[in-house]
Every structure is written in structure tokens, then in C-alpha cells.
């Protein structure tokens, strides 16, 4: 049996809308701001770009390196995280966009890697888990019925 030496996570969710707009939930700052970056998203996510995300929530605007955007399908980016396996101490995140029943609904899939395989590690990866799976339904919510479901869910 192989060491483990680094922690990942997938999470998925479908949203019954096409690709293209799910996709455009997640790439434009003015969408991401209204259901997840409530403190404000500066900067559409196109590759090799940096933006700025900030939390009401969790207050302080930081840097989000887009290392690539793949217009309906993909967006890969990479932020600092504490206890990153990574030496510059980021984590990458990958959204998946996978059109499902003729691209009337899209499945998301969001994998963010890689953590070390500690005790701390660990707690960093469940956090960031927590904080993709609330993304996810919040997303849902917000594309598909206009409610900002994480107003008020943190604080």
C-alpha cells in the first residue's frame, strides 16, 4: 500500500440550465458576486488572468489566479491555501461544465487539490470542501431561481 501525500476532493451537482449558462455563473464577476463572492469578484475569469474575490462574510480581498478558461466547459484556477503541497502555497481548483439531457441541464463538477496529508492538511481540505459544496447549491439556487442562498448563512 502506497504513502498518501497529498489530499483532494471532488464535489458535483447538476443545475437545470445549458452550460453556457452555468458556465457564466461562475466566469462573470457580476454573477459570482450575487451568490458567492458577496464581497465582490473583480475581473471575469479568462485564462491566464488574475482576479480578485472577497467575502462579506469572511472580509479581505484576495488574489485568484485563472490558469485556464475554457469558455461552456472548463475553468482551472489556483489561490493560496494554508497547508498546500504546492512550494508557492496554493491549491488548484477545477470547475467542470458537462452538458446533460441535450444541454438542458449541466452537471458541475469541481475538484480542488492538493493539500498535505496532515492533520492540518486535512482540516484545510474539509473546510474548502464545505465552502465548494455551499457554492454549488448556491449556485443552483441563484441560476436557477434568482435567491442568494448564502446571505446570511455564514455569519
Known amino acids: 500500500m502506497s504513502e498518501l501525500r497529498e489530499l483532494t476532493f471532488t ?3 447538476y443545475v437545470a440550465r445549458p452550460t453556457a ?3 457564466e455563473a461562475v466566469a462573470d464577476p457580476d454573477q459570482l458576486s450575487r451568490y458567492f ?8 475569469l479568462a485564462s491566464n488572468t488574475e482576479v480578485t474575490w472577497d467575502f462579506a462574510d469572511f472580509p479581505g480581498a484576495f488574489p485568484v489566479q485563472v490558469v485556464e478558461a475554457t469558455p461552456h466547459s472548463k475553468i482551472v484556477i489556483r489561490w493560496n491555501a494554508e497547508h498546500a503541497v504546492a512550494g508557492d502555497g496554493h491549491t488548484t ?7 446533460i439531457d441535450d444541454d438542458s441541464r449541466t452537471l458541475v463538477t469541481i ?29 443552483k ?9 448564502r446571505e446570511g448563512f455564514y455569519t
Open 11 to 13: 464535489v458535483s451537482g
Open 21 to 23: 449558462q452555468v458556465y
Open 37 to 44: 463572492t458577496t464581497g465582490g469578484a473583480r475581473g471575469r
Open 93 to 99: 481548483t477545477t470547475f467542470e461544465f458537462a452538458p
Open 111 to 139: 475538484t480542488e487539490s492538493a493539500w498535505t496529508a496532515t492533520e492540518d492538511g486535512a482540516k484545510s481540505a474539509f473546510g474548502n470542501c464545505m465552502g465548494w459544496t455551499g457554492m454549488l447549491a448556491a449556485m
Open 141 to 149: 439556487v441563484w441560476v436557477e431561481h434568482g435567491i442568494n442562498l
